[in-house]
């Protein structure tokens, strides 16, 4: 693990190739019952580059209303299939928070795709941190501090590595400034998975 920041965990690697393969097939699953969508800006309505679905109790969505969780797909109407066991037991590893999480965000970036500098704070708990794993290609992540328009870094997360930030690193602004295409053979094609898991109500 390295610390990258106070509150910024950082775990090069931390699942394995076997590893991220047993992932790859669990969440081909996920993606059957819960298929990836578009979501679009509040107000707006302008589309995302990423494409996104959820697993766990509550689902991250975003569309002309505005951004929130929510139980249900929003195109299918079901609710999220359950979090992968293996990713539940990694948050139980990394997240020094001693309650579940609520909710895993599933973002495909294709090699176009980026995310905007932003803060993760629709959740009511704050006291959780947010842990990320990747997997796929390469993608160049920048992080910042809690005010808008602060210094930033970038950071190469690789396919395989997690990040967890939480304390007082919790609002961080971070996003994605690219995807660098074809540097991993995990997905089978071309892009990144991220998936984000949070606590979003107080236990
Ligand atoms: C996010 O902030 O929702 C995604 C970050 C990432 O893709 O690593
Ligand atoms: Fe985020």
Redesign the pocket.
């Known amino acids: 693990m390295i610390s990258i920041a106070p509150g910024i965990s950082y775990y090069p690697g931390y699942w394995n190739a076997a590893e991220q393969a047993a992932l790859v097939a669990e969440l081909r699953v996920v993606l059957k019952l819960a298929p990836l969508f578009t979501p679009t800006m509040p107000k707006t309505g302008k589309p995302f580059s990423v494409r996104m679905t959820n697993c766990g109790m509550l689902g991250w969505v975003s569309d002309r209303e505005g951004y929130r969780y929510q139980e249900h797909h929003p195109l299918t109407g079901e609710p999220w299939p359950s979090i992968p066991l293996m990713v539940r037991e990694a948050w139980e590893k990394i997240a020094d928070y001693p309650h579940d999480p609520e909710a895993c965000?599933i973002?495909y970036?294709g090699p176009q795709a980026k995310?905007g500098l932003?803060q993760?704070r629709d959740e009511q708990d704050f006291e959780a941190p947010i842990v990320?794993f990747?997997l796929g290609d390469t993608?160049i992540?920048r992080i910042g501090g809690t005010e808008r328009g602060g210094k930033t870094t970038s950071l190469k997360?690789h396919s395989g590595d997690a990040l967890v930030f939480g304390g007082p690193a919790r609002l961080v602004y971070?996003?994605?400034d690219r995807i660098l295409a074809g540097t991993s053979t995990l997905l089978g094609r071309e892009g990144r998975v991220?998936l984000?898991l949070r606590r979003v109500n107080k236990p």
Do not use: K, V
Request: charged share 5%; net charge negative.
């Open positions: 965000l973002n970036y995310m932003h993760d990320s990747s993608a992540f997360l971070h996003g994605i991220n984000t």
